[in-house]
């Protein structure tokens, strides 16, 4: 399922849970990082990685940064939930 670790996953996993699986809701990093496999450096690199991959859209506001999934980011939350499914 490409070429995302494991973490990454989980970060996409987490932030589609976050949203309802909508690609115009935006939420900040801790509703969607909070879980104890996605703090520390580790977690933040994946995730700056999959912004410069357009999996998610960083979006900055008045009140801090707040994150959405883009096209690509949706169409993996989808096969995710899929897996998540099947098992």
């Known amino acids: ?6 973490i990454q996953k989980l ?3 987490s932030l589609c849970r976050a949203t309802s699986g909508g690609k115009k809701a935006h939420v ?4 969607f990082m909070g879980r104890p496999e996605l703090r ?3 977690a933040d690199k994946a995730l700056r990685e999959l ?5 998610i859209i960083r979006h900055p506001t008045s ?3 707040t994150f959405a999934l883009d096209e690509r980011g949706l169409e993996m939350c989808r096969k995710l939930r899929e897996q998540m499914k099947a098992l």
């Not at 900040?28 to 509703?31: I, L």
């Not at 912004?51 to 999996?55: F, G, R, S």
């Open 1 to 6: 399922m490409g070429d995302l670790d494991r």
């Open 51 to 55: 912004v410069a991959l357009n999996y």
């Open 40 to 42: 520390g450096h580790r």
């Open 11 to 13: 970060i996409l996993y």
């Open 63 to 65: 009140g801090g940064e």
């Open 28 to 31: 900040p990093k801790p509703y």
